[in-house]
């Protein structure tokens, strides 16, 4: 976040004077009170300051980068899966690529009748199932699929850099978001990759403005 001349002055003035009244930095500044408070606003929205009712304002003491990482900690799956693109598994390979292509996603889930997880491809499940001269209409995905228990998966309730640390961990491209269902982990969304990095961009796009 760049801050501004005055911003950058309102900092020093607290740091040395806090706690202080909004009033007060006025009068150092030679400004009107009215004149700050979207200054005053942005900074204590920002973590740089805190404000107490009836006492002033204090310095919290923290750099930009801190407050950045202390964001991307609190972020949690809910707010940025997406949609998860599912197949059954008696879907033969042919179809399950031709799903991926139309769909656009690298990672298709394999579900049950209740939606519930039990497989995952990859484009490289599917392109080995591809190598040779085989009839991808005749290959169901349960096949070659990855089978449950052996698939990584995250709750709503995550936080988003466990899961981007799965993803490194496991070297996989993205992970079901489930939910417990009486007849095993309904799948309801998806973290992959993309996500995180759309999530890397738009905190550094936001600290920008
Ligand atoms: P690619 O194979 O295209 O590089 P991945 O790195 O995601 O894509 O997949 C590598 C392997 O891990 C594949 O065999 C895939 O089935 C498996 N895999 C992918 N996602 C998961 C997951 N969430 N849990 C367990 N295994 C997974």
């Known amino acids: 976040m760049e801050l501004s001349n005055r911003q950058q002055q309102i900092i020093e003035i607290v740091k040395d004077n806090g706690p202080i009244t909004g009033e007060k930095i006025a009068d150092r500044l030679h400004l009107r009170r009215a004149t700050l ?26 750099t930009g980068s801190e407050l950045l990482t202390e964001k991307i900690k609190e ?17 033969s390979v042919y179809d399950a690529i031709s799903t991926m292509f139309l769909e656009d996603v690298g990672t298709l889930f394999v579900v049950d009748d209740s939606a519930c997880i039990i497989g995952v491809l990859s484009r490289k499940d599917l392109l080995r199932a591809s190598i040779g001269n085989q009839d991808l209409n005749a290959i169901p ?69």
């Open 141 to 209: 995905v349960h096949i070659i699929m990855t089978r449950m228990p052996n698939i990584t998966v995250c709750r709503k309730e995550d936080l988003l850099i466990n899961v981007a640390q799965k993803l490194i961990n496991n070297q996989i491209d993205g992970v079901p978001v489930v939910k417990d269902a009486q007849a095993g982990l309904e799948v309801v969304g998806r973290i992959t990759k993309t996500t995180i990095t759309k999530v890397f961009v738009e905190l550094i796009r936001q600290d920008d403005i």
């Open 37 to 62: 408070r979207p200054d005053l606003a942005i900074l204590t929205m920002a973590g740089f300051l805190e404000a107490r009712p009836r006492v002033g304002y204090f310095y919290t003491g923290k």
């Open 75 to 91: 972020y949690r799956v809910h707010e940025f899966q997406h949609v998860p693109i599912v197949v059954k598994e008696h879907t």
